[in-house]
């Protein structure tokens, strides 16, 4: 899963920093070295990172909500176990992102109190509703579909600890593709009803993915510098194209229709052409007035709630114990 | 003349063996399902990831047990009909696993008192004469000893935490006591599976169940509660009113769209 506010603000890069050590680390950066934790890093680097991939763990956490919605309701044993699973691996990504973060010097449990508090941003996409089953077959192939783009390029990173835990997440992804596509084919080829669902979810879900990739070039100021640093390797643009050049064919072989009446194939540039995006809608949802923006908060809100006696025993056992337990984190 | 295992085996008619292994099968379905509607909600998100990983280890036991019963009873019936096709009352899962999730005690005194008996059912059942049962009791029981690692380990720490934790675990251990008995408790299908060969005998279940569930509830200062009369009869299908919830929720969808493949 990923956000798109790839294009972090990279302030003013480097305003403090002497301009020999500038060059070097860019020489470094240029020679594809990895950056690494205990490395010499201009602050605005080290910023850029810290909100990128905080974004990104939150979009892992907060992603466990949409799908989890339809856990209790799988189908199937099977599509149950893989759905408990696909939804597990996505606390797991969010505890590795977490861990890459910290090595920038900022702590799980601030990044979770700032996610909390309604300061720190997470994927639109998950502020969409999952209205039937086939919303869950929609979200893995489309979303982890889009995911997969923004990420593939993230292994190359120039940040170590983030670009090793994408190696391990992309794996994981693209499994978490293939089942939501499968599970898209099972509903295509079914009875009517199901092929209706699985139309509708394409409806509905096609758009949001599309916007998954952060505004257009043309409004993305940040996108220079973050690719300078190889924090970025493709503009936003770039990313969407490619994921509607192999997703329509995809939408062609279920039989199901693209909801975009402008979409056409574009012999001249060999590229899918879709019709505009209605870029209002996105900034509706980064406002925070999407249609599930506060379910969601709310949703991690109860649980940090619900949970803190919890963390706060364990601390305290872990305090009376000292050295023979492990303890959780009572933050 | 001694009868062989093979005689044993064929003593327990399949009638038998089908709801002997349904008991067995419901439990962990039922038990599966109250715990995958955790995943994103728990305290932490390691207790998320631990949570999901039981869950998923439960549903993948009734996966086998259920296929292992639709062939005994040779019906026709696969895991997907036997779980989203049956009412409460054709349900077999004892009822302690049905209970509300309620807080994290209540969730965690539920798994400990569960997981104490399941590791000790499928520790015996690995030795079963019916090999089909002990293939998927090997598998299960590894599962069970990191289940109760974890859930034991949690009540620990609830117990011996702070004033709170400690007020809330007792609650729970309160609340969830009387479904104890139904675990131990052996009836008529028990007793004739354990003489068959093909189930543990239940006083050896209930005397380790027992033991390890004393050293825990004492490690965190916990006392054992008072013995409460149980009412409830899961394994015959007399159930408590959360089933008839939690399977409306569970099978929805192959209830609306019958004959369908998913």
């Given amino acids: ?331 | 003349m001694s009868a062989t295992a093979d005689d044993l085996t064929a003593q327990a008619g399949p009638q038998e063996r089908f709801e002997y292994v349904l008991r067995l099968a419901d439990t962990s379905l039922i038990a599966g399902q109250r715990l995958a509607a955790l995943l994103g909600h728990a305290p932490a998100l390691e207790e998320d990831l631990a949570l999901g990983n039981i869950a998923l280890d439960l549903i993948g036991q009734a996966r086998l047990l259920l296929a292992l019963a639709g062939r005994i009873e040779a019906r026709g019936r696969d895991e997907d009909a036997l779980a989203f096709l049956r009412d409460a009352q054709e349900f077999r899962n004892v009822s302690l696993v049905e209970q509300p999730n309620g807080d994290f005690a209540q969730t965690i005194v539920r798994q400990c008192l569960l997981d104490a008996w399941q590791l000790e059912m499928y520790e015996s059942l690995a030795g079963s004469r019916d090999l089909q049962l002990a293939d998927i009791a090997q598998k299960a029981v590894k599962e069970c000893r990191y289940h109760w690692r974890f859930s034991a380990g949690w009540l620990v720490r609830l117990g011996d935490g702070t004033d709170e934790s400690r007020a809330r675990v007792r609650s729970a251990l309160d609340t969830l006591w009387r479904f104890t008995d139904e675990l131990l408790t052996p009836d008529v299908l028990d007793a004739r599976m354990a003489v068959c060969g093909i189930g543990p005998a239940p006083v050896l279940i209930r005397e380790r169940w027992q033991t390890r569930v004393r050293a825990t509830l004492a490690e965190g200062g916990l006392e054992w509660p008072r013995h409460q009369h149980y009412r409830w009869h899961g394994k015959r299908g007399e159930h408590t009113e959360h089933l008839g919830h939690l399977l409306a929720e569970m099978q929805a969808l192959p209830r609306a769209y019958p004959g369908v493949t998913w």
């Avoid at chain 1, 973060?101 to 700032?114: C, H, K």
């Avoid at chain 1, 257009?216 to 503009?235: E, G, L, N, P, Y």
């Fill in chain 1, 1 to 331: 899963m990923y956000t798109q506010a790839l294009d972090s603000p990279a302030e003013s890069a480097g305003t403090s920093d002497e301009p020999e050590r500038l060059e070097r680390f860019q020489a470094r950066i240029d020679r594809d070295e990895k950056i690494e934790p205990k490395d010499w890093m201009p602050e605005a680097y080290r910023q850029a990172l810290i909100r990128q991939i905080a974004q990104h763990a939150h979009s892992e956490i907060v992603g466990m909500l949409p799908e989890g919605n339809w856990i209790t309701r799988a189908p199937s044993l099977r599509r149950k176990a893989v759905l408990i699973a696909k939804v597990q691996d996505e606390g797991g990504h969010g505890m590795y992102l977490y861990s890459a973060a910290e090595t920038l010097g900022v702590s799980r449990g601030q990044l979770i109190a700032q996610l909390l508090a309604g300061r720190a941003k997470y994927s639109s996409i998950f502020n969409y509703p999952t209205l039937s089953w086939a919303d869950i077959g929609a979200i893995g192939w489309l979303v982890d579909g889009a995911a997969i783009m923004n990420q593939i390029p993230l292994c190359r990173c120039s940040y170590g600890p983030y670009a090793r835990a994408m190696v391990r997440i992309c794996k994981e992804e693209s499994f978490h593709q293939r089942q939501g596509f499968e599970i898209m084919l099972t509903l295509a080829r079914g009875s009517d009803a199901q092929r209706a669902m699985a139309q509708d979810a394409l409806r509905r879900w096609w758009w949001p993915s599309l916007m998954m990739f952060g505004p257009s070039d043309a409004h993305s100021v940040h996108t220079a510098q973050s690719m300078r640093w190889k924090i970025k390797r493709f503009s936003n643009d770039e990313l969407r194209q490619r994921f509607i050049d192999v997703t329509v064919p995809q939408a062609e072989f279920l039989g199901l229709s693209v909801p975009d009446p402008a979409l056409h194939w574009d012999e001249a540039t060999r590229h899918y052409q879709p019709g505009p995006i209605d870029w209002s809608e996105l900034q509706t949802v980064l406002k925070g007035e999407g249609p599930c923006n506060h379910e969601r908060l709310e949703a991690r809100r109860a649980a940090h709630e619900a949970g803190r006696w919890v963390r706060e025993a364990a601390a305290a056992y872990a305090q009376k114990h000292r050295g023979l337990e492990h303890g959780a984190d009572a933050s």
